[in-house]
């Protein structure tokens, strides 16, 4: 009994030495692999400190590249608006120069250009046709909107030209939905260019031409006339070289003038009080209607010629051609020479014209309707037609084939609700509105 006792006994404590040595292999086994894991943890940790390092090394190395780049271009952008008022100094200086040699200008000529190279060369060689013997009078500039090569090299390869270029880069956001940006950036553009030249050139007028028209040869010596009506009477708040009823059939005489309600626009010359008073409100986008709204012009009107001192020859462009077969390929440009100097405009003065222009409608002999004269083969005197209201106007305007178009309740070309063309003849044909009478002190018939 006692044998097979000390049996078990030895049994058992194989059994727990065979256990034993068993779970210390375990536990040897599980931390080698503990040790392992471990090592390669803080293997991984020493890479990721590494990079860490290395990563910070490089932002550090990057911020002071930035910093450097920042420096750097600090000291352009003070370069450049150094060299920017360099350029405006030597500008200045060069104009200044100019006009020591000669009298003061009557008013800066600028092109407003955008990116028809081809068109803007046709207008500068009509322009220096005439301006080349009266330079100084009138410094012609041309202000591209833009960048495109060809344009600038156009302007840039005439040494009579002094360049300006206008780069707007800001988004342009437009009020209605399907309008075009063009209007937008044409707007923008000829702020600027108008800021330019009346408030760092000191210009005190300026005449406005576009890219696509050719002048006339009386030109120049009509603006330098007209220059003196503009700075003595400040109910003219602008003088054009345009008439929009101008078609050859319904013009005559290159002498006669008029005062318009409606603004223009095509060849115009403003003066620097005026710009003044518009440059801080000038509108974001159709700027020459803009200027049409009673609002704005203030009861004050526009000279312009009954025969055009400009011609558009501009069928492609913002408008897409519009009006141009109708209304501006037949346009009559002014092509006899006329002696400005010794014609007397006291009569544009405006209590005299006032008088001047009663006189002509009181004297026309009134007719019912457009037949009568559109069946008569010669006008032998002057008519006035009355119209009742715009649908009326555009009835009569439709038979005689003039602009219908009306602009806050005012007819294109119109002084006092009055239309004034010629047709077939040398006689005169009044479209008188429904108030025109009253307006210009005129007993109705």
């Known amino acids: 009994m006692m044998a097979w006792n000390l049996c078990d006994v030895r049994f058992i404590l194989v059994a727990a030495a065979l256990a034993f040595i068993l779970l210390q292999v375990h536990l040897f086994t599980t ?44 000291r352009y952008e003070e370069e450049s608006a150094q060299l920017k008022t360099l350029v405006r100094d030597l500008e200045k200086k060069s104009l200044q120069t100019i006009f020591e040699k000669a009298e003061a200008p009557v008013a800066a000529v600028v092109i407003m250009a955008c990116n028809r190279p ?49 780069l707007d880069f800001e988004p342009v956001h437009t009020e209605r ?17 108008l800021d330019e030249l009346f408030l760092n050139h000191n210009f005190d007028r300026v005449i406005i031409l576009e890219d696509d028209m050719e002048i006339a040869p009386d030109f120049f010596d009509y603006f330098e006339a007209a220059a003196t009506l503009l700075d003595r009477d400040k109910s003219i708040m602008a003088v054009s070289s345009w008439n929009d009823n101008g078609q050859v059939q319904f013009v005559h005489d290159p002498k006669t003038l008029y005062r318009s309600d409606f603004f223009p626009g095509l060849g115009w010359m403003l003066s620097k009080p005026t710009w003044e008073e518009l440059t ?86 009134s007719v019912p309707e457009p037949d009568v004269v559109l069946k008569t083969k010669k006008l032998d005197y ?11 106007f555009e009835r009569i ?16 070309t119109a002084y006092k609700g009055v239309v004034v063309i010629r047709y077939r003849s040398t006689k005169r044909i009044f479209l008188v509105g429904p108030n025109s009478l009253a307006q210009l002190g005129i007993d109705h018939d």
């Open 397 to 412: 305007a439709r038979q005689f084939g003039i602009f219908e178009e009306w602009k806050d309740g005012i007819p294109r």
């Open 118 to 166: 081809d068109y803007l060369k046709r207008t500068i060689l009509s322009v220096l046709k005439y301006q080349s013997t009266v330079a100084s009078k009138f410094p012609l500039f041309v202000s591209q909107d833009g960048t495109s090569p060809d344009v600038k090299k156009a302007a840039l390869s005439y040494s009579q030209i002094t360049y300006m270029q206008h």
């Open 177 to 193: 939905p399907g309008e075009f940006i063009a209007y937008y950036k044409i707007a923008r553009h000829y702020k600027w260019a």
């Open 280 to 365: 801080p409100k000038w509108p974001k986008a159709y700027w020459d209607d803009w200027l049409r709204l009673k609002d704005v012009h203030k009861d004050r009107q526009f000279v312009h010629p009954e025969i055009c001192r400009t011609y558009n020859f501009g069928e492609h462009g913002s408008s897409m051609g519009q009006f141009f077969k109708q209304y501006l390929e037949p346009i009559k440009l002014n092509d006899v020479h006329v002696d400005w100097k010794s014609v007397d405009l006291s009569y544009l003065m405006e209590g005299e014209y006032h008088k001047h222009f009663a006189k002509l409608v009181s004297d026309a002999q």
């Open 31 to 74: 931390q080698t692999e503990y040790a392992e894991r471990l090592a390669t943890a803080i293997g991984a940790e020493n890479q990721c400190s590494s990079h860490t390092r290395l990563l910070i090394d490089q932002i550090s190395m990057q911020q002071e590249k930035i910093v450097k780049l920042e420096d750097l271009n600090r």
């Open 382 to 392: 002057d008519v006035r037609i009355h119209y009742k209201d715009q649908t009326d």
